[in-house]
């Protein structure tokens, strides 16, 4: 039997470009499936606040804590977590601490608007450990 490639021949152009296809295709696949079924905030956009907080709901989250004025449609762009208790600033500068959540995890979520409002706002949310 004759090997598919006589030696010193190599695939042709197509087919080396094709092998990454499949890679590629995975590769998406787990960014959409991140999106959904994945705990990721950082540069998720959100066009509503009922949205995110349905969406943490699913996660097992409840907000105990909103600093500055919500305004969306609104971007992650900042999120601390710790279990048990957290510290964190708020954008105007303030210094924030949740402590005694023994058994939970928080996390303090920073969002800046979409509408060309410069406020960014902090949402702490927590969850059952």
Known sequence: ???????????????????????????LLLMVAARFFFDIDQGQIWRKQV?????????????????GAMSFPAVVVDRADEVGGIAFTDPRGQKHQYANFDGYRLKAVTFQP????????????RRAV
């Open 51 to 67: 949205n995110y907080i349905d969406r943490q709901k699913g996660f097992g989250y409840a907000v105990v804590g909103r600093f």
């Open 114 to 125: 979409l509408d060309g409002n410069r406020r960014r706002f902090v949402m702490v949310l």
């Open 1 to 27: 039997m004759m090997p598919a490639h006589p030696a010193g021949v190599t695939a042709s152009p197509r087919r080396r470009r094709m092998s990454w296809l499949p890679v590629l295709c995975a590769g």
